[in-house]
């Protein structure tokens, strides 16, 4: 049982790193290419992650990312990437629900080119959040500053 915790939390801390570093290179991404990036969270479990930029059709798409169509990109974090052992809680998951192409079921940050995350009612008041559980019921928390596109790791 204690092996299994532990490797849950390491599952946990893995999943909660993953996330946060895929948020501020989207924030970053969205500000040197002047474009949108959105950050889907695909809740349940195994959670996973999808990124999409838009594009020009004849421009092709940054590294690390496959053309969607042909004017979108996309980038998968999923199975092999993902601890399989880590979901996306939907109930304490702040972020507004997505829209086209993501999955509306999920939720969505979209970083704008000016630096910071498209704002919405659902979490206007204070950082919108992605919850993560572990199979043994330990979480974590991901916060975004909408105002400032800012991520953090909360306790």
């Known amino acids: 049982l204690g092996t299994r915790r532990a490797g849950d939390a390491f599952a946990l801390r893995r999943a909660a790193g993953l996330v946060a570093s895929e948020l501020r290179r989207a924030h970053a991404a969205a500000v040197a290419e002047n474009a949108d990036h959105t950050v889907e969270f695909v809740l349940g479990s195994p959670g996973a992650l999808a990124v999409y930029r838009a594009k020009l059709a004849t421009e092709n798409c940054p590294s690390g990312m496959a053309p969607v169509s042909s004017t979108l990109c996309r980038r998968l974090?999923?199975?092999?990437?993902?601890?399989?052992?880590?979901?996306?809680?939907?109930?304490?998951?702040?972020?507004?629900?997505?829209?086209?192409?993501?999955?509306?079921?999920?939720?969505?940050?979209?970083?704008?080119?000016?630096?910071?995350?498209?704002?919405?009612?659902?979490?206007?008041?204070?950082?919108?959040?992605?919850?993560?559980?572990?199979?043994s019921g330990v979480g974590a928390a991901i916060a975004v500053a909408l105002p400032t596109g800012r991520v953090s790791v909360l306790p």
């Open 77 to 135: 974090i999923a199975a092999g990437e993902w601890p399989g052992s880590v979901g996306i809680e939907s109930a304490n998951t702040t972020f507004p629900s997505c829209a086209a192409p993501a999955d509306p079921a999920n939720k969505c940050v979209v970083f704008k080119p000016l630096g910071y995350a498209e704002t919405s009612s659902s979490c206007s008041s204070s950082p919108c959040q992605v919850q993560l559980r572990s199979r």
